[in-house]
């Protein structure tokens, strides 16, 4: 497709499990970023991977967190003995990179909400 | 470290009128500034951005945002707004320079236009 596309759209799980987000960035960004929504806020930076590695991870809340991008294109992140705090909205972005310069604008896939009961 | 204020938690406009959403920045040297839109239960969407030139940017769907660094301030406005405009606005910070390359954003504001 044409846009950031992130799966699932919805997940439910109970507290204590374990739960994988995946992000599918626009073809040829190389610059990809997860960030989290609560209700009512604005968008949380929780990391951005510049092709394979984690160029700042400084956001992730802790380290029940994470997350990877092996190949360069498609992420996931990953979280762990899911809480009831961790319950928001997951975005994902990518950007294009231009000879080596970031262009700035972030574009944005639909999300993936979590509910941990 | 960045930050971006957006001081309106609310703004209402009637129909036709000019809006303004308000947004105020704190960022280490120069700033790249951006807005985004977002509709329920759609992702973010990029409006405009300011990186250097002129003070005033425009955007799409007929917005523009005016960046004064000496108020560090870089409000949205419309010159007659829609119905269709009614969605919550995001303001953006990141550094012109540096290592830093994510966006801080703003809580947000819930933009209503009414008929």
């Known amino acids: 497709g044409a846009g950031v596309s992130q799966t699932p759209s919805n997940k439910v799980t109970e507290k204590g499990k374990y739960v994988e987000l995946r992000c599918d960035p626009i073809?040829?960004?190389?610059?990809l970023y997860w960030y989290r929504q609560s209700l009512g806020q604005g968008p949380e930076f929780l990391i951005y991977?510049?092709?394979?590695?984690?160029?700042?991870d400084s956001g992730l809340p802790n380290d029940r967190f994470f997350a990877v991008r092996p190949e360069g294109s498609v992420s996931t992140l990953k979280i762990q003995r899911t809480e009831r705090g961790d319950s928001a909205v997951y975005l994902c972005?990518?950007?294009?990179?231009?000879?080596?310069?970031?262009?700035?604008?972030?574009?944005f896939g639909e999300g993936s909400r979590l509910t941990v009961l | 470290a960045q930050s971006v204020a957006q001081p309106e938690d609310q703004v209402n406009v009637a129909e036709g009128n000019p809006l303004t959403v308000k947004c105020t920045y704190s960022?280490?040297?120069?700033?790249?500034l951006f807005w985004y839109v977002q509709y329920p239960n759609r992702g973010l969407q990029f409006l405009l951005k300011?990186?250097?030139?002129?003070?005033l940017v425009k955007g799409s769907y007929g917005f523009e945002a005016e960046f004064n660094k000496s108020q560090t301030s870089f409000h949205l406005k419309k010159p007659s707004a829609l119905v269709s405009d009614s969605a919550l606005y995001f303001c953006?910070?990141?550094?012109?320079?540096?290592?830093?390359?994510?966006?801080?954003f703003g809580s947000g504001t819930q933009l209503t236009v009414l008929p």
């Open positions: 972005a990518s950007s294009l990179t231009v000879a080596g310069a970031n262009t700035g604008e972030l574009f």
């Open positions: 073809s040829g960004h190389t610059a």
């Open positions: 991977f510049q092709g394979t590695g984690a160029a700042d």
């Open positions: 960022v280490s040297g120069n700033p790249y």
């Open positions: 300011y990186i250097t030139g002129d003070n």
């Open positions: 953006a910070v990141r550094p012109f320079s540096g290592s830093a390359r994510q966006l801080t």
